[in-house]
């Protein structure tokens, strides 16, 4: 279809596009003109997801904020908080709304519901793309109830907001309180056992003690080790003197005695006096007997100081080998005594941790209660009403120029359907080239039509029309 032809047929079919144009655009005025007017009123709520927790001091992450502000609108859409609009409001004191409730419902379900449904429909939450911002819009016919029920939604949204967070902190504060009287009746009875032990133990400071039996422990220790040096060189004496025959003064210690030694030097000034006066007198002469006596006296006084000595070295040996035994018997007792300190060390180191970790349990609940306890008195929220809804000047439906627009285009839309529509189902010759196309044939000529005289319109400020062509078509095909 070329644009010539497209022209005639708006041309030839123009009744149809204004009747169809006039039609809609009138229907539409008319309707907007009666239909009841709808008043829009805006609330808008602040959601401060990047501030910190007045409790916890927890920053919210900024890449939760699309999850999170999608979470806040559908909160605010929710049947609760249209729920308690309608509570706060008193909207079921009304017997209006009884009325309808029973008229559309029967008296079936929850009223307290329905209203609420009936508020959601009304409902238009709008978050903010590059803010935290939500917007809160509210359609009524009256200004005043548009206003007040934006106000009460953002209300209501605002204290669930709050009652999310205290409900469960709520929860969790009567669970650590529950476990609190557990940890502390745990405590309690673990510092009693640890009590108990230190008191049958006698413990006071078992650190202190050990210390104390430690070095007793080592000087112990060295004592026996002294001892059993004694005790062999005593004994290696002794065994001397068993080897010499019961003679002592082969022993070291007991011929290096100074009196063994003068009593040896007396001995043998005597013994060459003697020989001295038996060369000169005889035996039986009083100066040799005398001589003799006193060698006989000096010899038995070094036999005795002999047998003293060894006698000296055999008790010396036989008492080291007793203070070998009780040093050792010592040495046990007190190693005993240091085994059985740490021991007890050990089972009063065991009991301490038992109080010790009895202790972090409960101080870690404590803490967890009491700010849980916090948190569920707390009585402020990360959500503020930014601007409350005012009454609305103006309606916001319905849109009169809006509509008028809208239905001229959807009326010259119609138009032309409807047009065009006709022209199918009742084809007329226009033009040569509609001619050419209905009989599928070629158009030799075109002669101007001759049309009747008539004077020039007011309006043609003397031009002329063009004379209509009236067109030859070929004699090739059999047609009319």
């Not at 910190?52 to 908080?81: E, F, H, I, N, W």
């Not at 349990?361 to 930014?386: C, H, M």
């Not at 009989?439 to 309006?459: C, D, E, G, H, I």
């Amino acid at each position: 279809m070329t644009f010539s032809q497209f022209l005639n047929i708006l041309r030839a079919r123009k009744l149809i596009v204004l009747l169809c144009l006039t039609t809609v655009v009138g229907v539409t005025t008319a309707l907007s003109l009666i239909w009841p007017k709808s008043y829009s009123a805006t609330a808008s709520v602040l959601v401060d997801v990047k501030g910190a927790d007045p409790l916890t001091g927890v920053y919210a992450p900024g890449a939760m904020l699309p999850g999170y502000m999608a979470t806040q609108v559908d909160v605010l859409t929710s049947k609760t908080v249209a729920a308690k609009v309608v509570d706060k409001l008193r909207l079921l004191e009304s017997p209006g709304i009884k009325q309808q409730w029973q008229d559309d419902t029967q008296g079936k379900g929850d009223i307290r519901f329905w209203l609420a449904d009936l508020l959601l429909k009304k409902l238009d939450v709008k978050p903010s793309r590059e803010s935290s911002v939500i917007e809160i819009n509210f359609a009524s016919e009256s200004p005043a109830f548009a206003s007040l029920i934006a106000n009460a939604f953002a209300e209501a949204y605002i204290e669930t907001n709050l009652d999310l967070r205290i409900e469960p902190a709520k929860q969790s504060n009567d669970f650590f309180e529950k476990q609190l009287k557990g940890l502390r009746a745990n405590l309690d009875e673990k510092q009693k056992v640890l009590s108990k032990y230190q008191q049958d133990k006698g413990i006071v400071a078992v650190d202190e003690r050990l210390d104390v039996e430690n070095a007793r422990l080592a000087e112990l220790s060295s004592l026996v080790v002294g001892a059993q040096g004694m005790k062999v060189d005593s004994a290696s004496r002794e065994r001397q003197i068993v080897e010499a025959g019961g003679r002592g003064d082969s022993v070291a210690d007991i011929a290096n005695n100074p009196l063994i030694q003068n009593l040896k030097a007396e001995l043998a000034r005597s013994e060459a006096k003697l020989s001295e006066l038996g060369s000169r007198l005889g035996r039986n002469h009083p100066q040799f007997r005398e001589a003799q006596a006193e060698a006989d006296g000096i010899r038995q006084k070094l036999d005795a100081e002999i047998k003293v000595a060894s006698s000296g070295i055999t008790n010396t040996a036989q008492m080291q080998q007793r203070k070998e035994s009780e040093l050792r018997s010592a040495l046990a007792t007190q190693k005993s005594r240091v085994l059985e300190l740490k021991k007890q060390r050990d089972e009063m180191s065991l009991l301490t941790r038992e109080v010790e970790n009895a202790q972090r349990a409960y101080d870690a609940a404590l803490q967890r209660a009491s700010q849980t306890r916090l948190e569920s008195q707390a009585n402020q929220t990360n959500v503020v009403l930014l601007t409350r809804a005012t009454e609305p000047v103006n309606a916001s439906k319905p849109k009169v120029l809006l509509n008028i627009i809208l239905s001229v285009f959807v009326g010259g839309m119609l138009g032309l359907g409807f047009a065009f529509l006709r022209e199918m189902t009742d084809r007329r010759i226009r033009e040569a080239d509609d001619l050419s196309d209905i009989l599928q044939t070629r158009v030799l000529s075109v002669l101007p039509k001759q049309q009747a005289a008539s004077r020039p319109s007011r309006f043609s400020f003397g031009r002329r029309k063009k004379p209509m062509l009236h067109p030859i078509v070929s004699t090739q095909v059999g047609g009319r």
